[in-house]
T-cell receptor, first 115, second 114 residues
Framework: AQKVTQAQTEISVVEKEDVTLDCVYE???????LFWYKQPPSGELVFLIR??????QNEISGRYSWNFQKSTSSFNFTITASQVVDSAVYFC????????????FGQGTELSVKP | DVKVTQSSRYLVKRTGEKVFLECVQD?????MFWYRQDPGLGLRLIYF???????EKGDIPEGYSVSREKKERFSLILESASTNQTSMYLC?????????????FGAGTRLSVL
């Protein structure tokens, strides 16, 4: 069965600190996709990144980076030099190739960045 | 830009009322989804639709129904609202079925059932 676990419910950091949000997934499918979404206080989920199961290259986008490791079934998200605007709930999600695009979400991690 | 619009940001209803949550997307997407979001549980899929007049149950369909009469509009219906349906409801759309497709979300409707 597919499952996504975000063990960190809440994280609080001070501005400019680096922070890593953990995501562990379970799937029996060999072809799958992993996503990260950000939900700011406004409520709308904003897409951040998508990776497929055949591409284990890490990705960096500005202050954001993602580490995908199939060996540990993890897809962790790091924010470097955090800013107050990074405060949000972050969701990791899994989509399998034969499930019609359905997303399985983790529980979410609420990140609070204090000035 | 993709725009997914949910008709209400906040709703307060009474137990037993019939409740309609409306969602409209403007990108001619084939697929639309309804999720509910609860603290500690993340987002859970209620129903989804691949095409007009088509619907599929998600993981928690009990107590809900849906309607998709037009491609751009997907409605979630609570036939007889109960207090345990107090939650945040999020609508999403994506261009067509496929695990790789990005879902675009509305801003959510926070429903309180008293």
């Amino acid at each position: 069965a597919q499952k996504v676990t975000q063990a960190q419910t809440e994280i609080s950091v001070v501005e400019k600190e680096d922070v890593t949000l953990d995501c562990v997934y379970e799937t029996r499918d060999t072809t799958y996709y992993l996503f990260w979404y950000k939900q700011p206080p406004s409520g709308e989920l904003v897409f951040l990144i998508r990776r497929n199961s055949f591409d284990e290259q890490n990705e960096i986008s500005g202050r954001y980076s993602w580490n995908f490791q199939k060996s540990t079934s993890s897809f962790n998200f790091t924010i470097t030099a955090s800013q107050v605007v990074d405060s949000a709930v972050y969701f990791c999600a899994l989509s399998e190739s034969n499930q019609g695009g359905k997303l399985i979400f983790g529980q979410g991690t609420e990140l609070s960045v204090k000035p | 830009d993709v725009k997914v619009t949910q008709s209400s940001r906040y709703l307060v209803k009474r137990t037993g009322e019939k409740v309609f949550l409306e969602c409209v997307q403007d990108m001619d997407h084939e697929n639309m989804f309804w999720y509910r979001q609860d603290p500690g549980l993340g987002l859970r899929l209620i129903y989804f639709s691949y095409d007009v007049k088509m619907k599929e149950k998600g993981d928690i369909p009990e107590g809900y129904s849906v309607s998709r009469e037009k491609k751009e509009r997907f409605s979630l219906i609570l036939e007889s609202a109960s207090t345990n349906q107090t939650s945040m409801y999020l609508c999403a759309s994506t261009i067509f079925a496929g695990g790789h497709n990005i879902q675009y979300f509305g801003a959510g409707t926070r429903l309180s059932v008293l």
